[in-house]
């Protein structure tokens, strides 16, 4: 019961950057996609579960007007999360907590020149504490999830502060705030999901920038027949408002938005279940985008 319920339904698929360039000081803080494939909307049975996101990604840079700007960034994410349902009932929801570490590795090329030597390297991304997470189970299968979780300021390199071997920063020099909303239907092994999180960031003390508040949506259609699943995954991001410079100055082509779409399959071992989810970006604009792979592992600890 307990593995197929964690393959199922663990939705704290918490991850870390990936959009970057003009709208944003440096990396959006939700991952686009990674939580497709999972029931957004319900926890798993009481007990510990570890999970692990490997996101790979290969992006080009885009302008306001959708075209690439010859910047390419491919990307390595390793997401760690640890989910705990407590088992305790708050206003008639399960109870959970979770905190995830993501580390990346970047690597810039510019369109002309190849990589920039030297800049690869590996980074630690903003911690990610999530102390509120409430799902609710409700008729007709139908389940809602709300959490609130926070990114620490806390990366080992960001914007005004970058690594010694340059390139880019590995996190965020800000603190982001994050509640989230999911939505799951569960029947028959069907999942139909929608994750929704808003994020709004506060200052970079060291550049005085702040990032504009911003809408993350994952979407999951799937079907489990015996231990595999496939069905597609979509995403969506919309900022909201334009980033702040230092004095205030609102900047112009800042807010982005893109739009991906994908196949999911999975399969459950046991007492391990691994997915994989690939996303194409369908449009970019003032982001970067084009093509990422997420492969996830999940296991109950206790």
């Known amino acids: ?23 944003t ?6 991952l686009r996609g990674v939580e497709s494939g999972l029931a ?5 049975p009481e007990g510990v579960y570890f999970m692990l996101n490997n996101y790979f ?26 989910l705990w349902n407590t088992g305790i009932k708050v206003l008639g929801a ?3 907590v979770a905190i995830a570490q993501p580390f990346d590795h970047t690597e810039i090329a510019i369109e002309g020149n190849g990589a920039i030597e030297g800049n690869g390297h590996w980074g630690r991304f903003n911690t990610y504490l999530v102390p509120v997470i409430l799902s ?50 569960l029947h028959d092994g069907w999942n139909v999901s929608a994750q929704i999180y808003y994020d709004t960031s506060t200052r970079n003390d060291k550049t005085g920038y702040q990032s504009g508040d911003q809408i993350a949506v994952d979407y999951t259609f799937t079907k489990t027949i015996d231990q595999w699943t496939f069905g ?5 991001l919309n900022q909201l408002e334009k980033d702040t410079a230092r004095g205030g100055i609102k900047r112009s082509g800042s807010v982005s938005q893109s739009y991906g779409l994908g196949p999911i399959l999975g399969y459950d071992f046991g007492p391990v279940s691994l997915q994989a989810t690939y996303n194409h970006y369908l449009l970019t604009r003032n982001d970067v985008g084009d093509n990422v792979l997420n492969i996830r592992l999940v296991a109950p600890l206790y």
């Not at 960001?158 to 996190?171: I, K, L, T």
Request: aromatic residues 10%.
């Open 25 to 30: 000081e440096l990396w959006d803080p939700h």
């Open 94 to 96: 399960d109870y959970g």
């Open 40 to 44: 957004a909307g319900a926890l798993p």
């Open 136 to 185: 609710w189970a409700l008729p007709y299968d139908l389940h809602v999830k709300g959490s609130f979780g926070v990114w620490l300021d806390n990366a080992s390199s960001s914007p005004g502060d970058e690594p010694a071997r340059g390139g880019v920063g590995a996190g965020n020099g800000f603190t982001t705030f994050e509640p989230g909303l999911g939505i799951s239907w």
């Open 57 to 82: 990604a290969t992006f080009k840079q885009y302008t306001p007007g959708s075209t690439k700007s010859g910047m390419k960034l491919d990307a390595i994410v390793e997401v760690p999360i640890l």
């Open 232 to 236: 597609m995954g979509a995403f969506q």
């Open 1 to 23: 019961m307990k593995t197929k319920a964690c393959a199922a339904l663990l939705a704290m698929g918490v991850a870390v950057a990936a959009g970057s360039a003009s709208a």
